[in-house]
């Protein structure tokens, strides 16, 4: 159909990304190809996702924190009992060593080995912010393939290889049938009953004392000393998201593989209208709760920087605002009881800036049409 209408080929190759024989479009974009122009949103101008590998699509939520560079701590509430969720607060960007995150797993572990891990926000707190049974082998072959991506060497990200080193003779026996494992049992008996004279129970140390806990819901009152507790983020500064252009990229290893998004440069795109493609992209590995709220937090904070940059420029009396005005707090008292202080929050839904602002377009709708008539209808 497009051939049809006088486009070249180059060009619908370019629109066609996905190369299907159907193509629905929508009004945008539709008038933007018959105009002979590639629309923003065309996933050819950098807009697509990477295939993501193996060893990533495996891997749980807190699994992709440990090899992630930063954290976002975010309360994310359920909401009642129609499965919805809510956040709370606010969304707390923190930097962390991926390095130090891998070194606290047990070095000696084999394919079906798991452990109990707690992210906390700091030790001296009572819940975790996030607590799940881990597979460190699956951490640590997902954490080779990201150092070796652009994106971790571009932040000099590099896992030290010293806890390989630590047991490279350690061998594991593979036992099929439980006669093997008795058969097995009996071969160790007889060879360590020549040391049983000089034995102490309190010289009997297990190798990793992380998988002798097992967790007894019926039994166990407290778990707070359950598995293995680490604060990554704890006393580290924060970093806007605003300020961290990469945040996206190393908060979500999982969604973009360990690589930057590459925009076109002459294609002008907003994070709103990026944001737009990720999440109603067919491709719905952004559909995931902390990615959505991540998402909605950068864009209500850049909103609310937009309107205050705004805000600070209307002055009644023509005069710029400055360092001094706003370290008066006076001067800012004045501007909260005036409620010009709050006239940012009028992109925030909900907020008495929003409705204020909605209560005067329905009264001057209201001035201009006369009253208006309800109908209903039964």
Not at 45 to 71: H, M, V
Not at 118 to 123: E, P
Not at 293 to 317: C, P
Not at 326 to 351: E, I, P, Q, T
């Amino acid at each position: 159909m497009l051939a049809k209408k006088g486009l070249k080929k180059e060009f619908i190759d370019t629109v066609c990304y996905l190369k299907h024989e159907i193509i629905e479009l929508c009004a945008t974009c539709r008038k933007d190809i018959m105009s002979n122009k590639i629309p923003n949103l065309a996933l050819s101008n950098g807009l697509a996702f990477y295939e993501i590998p193996d060893c990533l699509k495996i891997l749980t939520e807190l699994e992709e924190r440990l090899i992630s560079p930063r954290i976002p701590f975010m309360v994310i509430r359920t909401l009642g009992f129609s499965k919805q969720f809510g956040l709370k607060g606010n969304l707390v960007n923190v930097p962390m060593n991926v390095d130090t995150n891998v070194s606290i797993l047990p070095r000696s572990f084999s394919d079906t080995y798991t452990i109990q891990l707690k992210l906390m926000r700091q030790m001296k707190n009572k819940n975790a912010f996030m607590y799940e049974t881990i597979r460190p082998k699956v951490v640590h072959t997902a954490v080779k393939y990201l150092v070796q991506q652009e994106l971790y060497k571009d932040e000099g990200i590099v896992i030290s290889n010293d806890w390989m080193k630590e047991y490279p003779n350690e061998k594991e026996n593979f036992i099929v049938k439980n006669e093997d494992k008795k058969i097995n049992e009996t071969e160790n008996t007889g060879e360590d009953s020549d040391h049983d004279d000089n034995w102490n129970e309190s010289d009997d140390k297990p190798i990793n004392p992380v998988v002798t806990e097992t967790l007894l819901n019926d039994e166990t009152e407290d778990q707070t000393d359950t598995g293995i507790k680490f604060a990554p983020g704890e006393n580290k500064r924060p970093i806007s998201v605003l300020m961290d252009l990469k945040v996206d990229e190393l908060t979500f290893p999982k969604i973009y593989c360990g690589k930057q998004r590459r925009i076109k440069e002459n294609v002008k795109l907003t994070y709103a209208k990026i944001a737009k493609s990720e999440l109603r992209m067919f491709d719905r590995r952004c559909g995931r709760v902390s990615k959505l709220f991540f998402t909605y937090k950068k864009l209500q904070t850049r909103k609310f920087v937009d309107a205050i940059s705004i805000n600070l420029r209307k002055t009644k009396n023509t005069k710029n605002v400055t360092v001094n005005q706003m370290l008066n707090r006076d001067y800012v008292n004045g501007l909260v009881h005036n409620d010009d202080a709050f006239a940012f929050l009028r992109f925030d839904r909900s907020s008495p800036a929003f409705w204020e602002l909605k209560k005067k377009e329905l009264m001057a709708m209201n001035s201009q049409l006369e009253c208006a008539t309800i109908f209903l209808t039964l």
